[in-house]
């Protein structure tokens, strides 16, 4: 069986703010990546993830960006650093102004730490939705203080 999963949620603003919001570092670390990101995410770009949860910086390749429509990413996916994962984000407008966001991520081996990780990671990616619209909406970083 294939460890992949997608998850998705509706953020109350326009979706070059969405879009904008993961794609900008500062705007990013402002609810996500609470130890810092740095680098804009751009096609071919290497840029750097850091979390208070996971301490050290994950390099995070960025594969496709197509402007207020999609990021194609990947990064490592477990304990073994020759394993990366693929993330899809893809961001469309509502009729009603608001922006669905998709984060969809696969490639975890069929083994125990796989499935771990992939539980995980689907874990983590929620968690940023249910926090960037919380910060969108409403200023709030959810995760400030939530890891140490």
Same mark, same amino acid.
């Given at each position: 069986?294939?460890?992949?999963?997608?998850?998705?949620?509706?953020?109350?603003? @326009?979706?070059?703010?969405?879009?904008?919001?993961?794609?900008?570092?500062?705007?990013?670390?402002?609810?996500? /990546?609470?130890?810092?990101?740095?680098?804009?995410?751009?096609?071919?770009?290497?840029? =750097?993830?850091?979390? &208070?949860?996971?301490?050290?910086?994950?390099?995070?390749?960025?594969?496709?960006?197509?402007?207020?429509?999609?990021?194609?990413?990947? *990064?490592?996916? =477990?304990?073994?650093? @020759?394993?990366?994962? =693929?993330? =899809?984000? /893809?961001? &469309?407008?509502?009729?009603?102004?608001? /922006?669905?966001?998709?984060?969809?991520?696969?490639?975890?081996?069929?083994?125990?730490?796989?499935?771990?990780?992939?539980?995980?990671?689907?874990?983590? *990616?929620?968690?940023?939705?249910?926090?960037?619209?919380? *910060?969108?909406? &409403?200023?709030?970083?959810?995760?400030?203080?939530?890891?140490?």
């Amino acid at each position: 069986m294939e460890l992949k999963f997608t998850v998705a949620g509706r953020m109350p603003k @326009s979706v070059n703010e969405v879009f904008e919001a993961v794609a900008d570092p500062d705007r990013l670390s402002c609810f996500f /990546t609470t130890g810092g990101a740095k680098g804009r995410l751009a096609p071919g770009a290497e840029v =750097t993830w850091d979390f &208070h949860d996971f301490p050290g910086a994950f390099p995070v390749l960025v594969q496709e960006v197509v402007q207020n429509e999609k990021i194609v990413l990947q *990064w490592e996916a =477990t304990q073994d650093p @020759s394993t990366w994962t =693929t993330v =899809t984000m /893809t961001f &469309h407008e509502l009729e009603d102004g608001r /922006t669905l966001v998709r984060i969809s991520e696969y490639g975890w081996p069929e083994t125990e730490d796989g499935l771990k990780s992939s539980f995980g990671n689907c874990e983590g *990616w929620t968690g940023m939705l249910c926090a960037m619209k919380a *910060w969108l909406e &409403h200023g709030i970083n959810l995760r400030d203080g939530f890891y140490k």
